[in-house]
């Protein structure tokens, strides 16, 4: 099947960076498009930022200018570099791909077990 790990998540003081990853292993025939979500505690999951295998990204409006959704074709790596973090940014981040793992077989959701973002103020 798919696995994907995320890393680079920890605790960071506010206005600080952190850089996180998401790696795609396992039987994959293409990458559709990959995203970060976020869920902090007691709040629903959000979208924070999406990017199509064409390189295309939208962004949640509470992180436009400050993070970078970006990825790798070639590694089946994601990222997303966070910068100017605020205390609101606290979260357990998610990685989200949608893969195809058999050709002429609709592409399935995986998700990654998620990296705890804490920002102190």
């Known amino acids: 099947q798919v696995q994907l790990v995320e890393s680079g998540g920890g605790l960071v003081q506010a206005g600080g960076s952190l850089r996180l990853s998401c790696a795609a292993s396992?039987?994959?025939?293409?990458?559709?498009?990959m995203a970060w979500y976020r869920q902090a505690p007691g709040k629903q999951r959000e979208l924070v930022a999406r990017?199509?295998?064409?390189?295309?990204?939208n962004y949640a409006d509470s992180v436009k200018g400050r993070f970078t959704i970006s990825r790798d074709n070639a590694k089946n790596t994601m990222y997303l570099q966070m910068n100017s973090l605020k205390p609101e940014d606290t979260a357990v981040y998610y990685c989200?791909?949608?893969?195809?793992?058999?050709?002429?077989?609709?592409?399935?959701?995986?998700w990654g077990q998620g990296t705890q973002v804490t920002v102190s103020s």
């Open positions: 989200n791909a949608n893969v195809r793992v058999v050709i002429l077989v609709d592409p399935n959701d995986y």
């Open positions: 396992g039987r994959i025939l293409s990458i559709n498009h």
């Open positions: 990017i199509t295998s064409g390189g295309t990204t």
